[in-house]
């Protein structure tokens, strides 16, 4: 059973940081494909990043692109996603997901975490 757990949310100010993390136990996250996807309160959940195990591209949602980076440590195990400059409207669950292909599509991702949540806000 491929099990990811994320870490790191909390709140934070407008124009501030945050570094999620998104780890494994019991299998390899670099075999996979990681995405990064956000529901906030009353919407639909959304893509926000991914980064492919081939090549490591990466992709960004256009509402994150220049804020937000994501990397993997493959000596932890682990993909981050560093969030700067962050945005009331950045505010919401934020979850990883394990799958096949790095596309920015929710319905590509077999395996996903619980959560972490982010507040934005002064």
């Known amino acids: 059973q491929v099990q990811l757990v994320e870490s790191g949310g909390g709140l934070v100010q407008p124009g501030g940081s945050l570094r999620l993390s998104c780890a494994a136990s019991?299998?390899?996250?670099?075999?996979?494909?990681i995405g990064w996807f956000r529901q906030a309160p009353g919407k639909e959940r959304e893509a926000v990043s991914c980064?492919?195990?081939?090549?490591?591209?990466?992709a960004y949602a256009d509402s994150v692109k220049g804020r937000f980076t994501i990397s993997r440590d493959k000596s932890k195990n682990t993909v981050y996603l560093q969030m700067n400059s962050l945005e009331p409207e950045d505010t919401a669950v934020y979850y990883c997901?394990?799958?096949?292909?790095?596309?920015?599509?929710?319905?590509?991702?077999?395996?996903w975490g619980q959560g972490t949540r982010v507040t934005v806000s002064s």
């Open positions: 997901a394990a799958g096949w292909r790095a596309l920015l599509k929710v319905y590509e991702y077999d395996y």
């Open positions: 019991r299998f390899t996250l670099d075999r996979y494909a």
């Open positions: 980064i492919s195990s081939v090549d490591g591209s990466t």
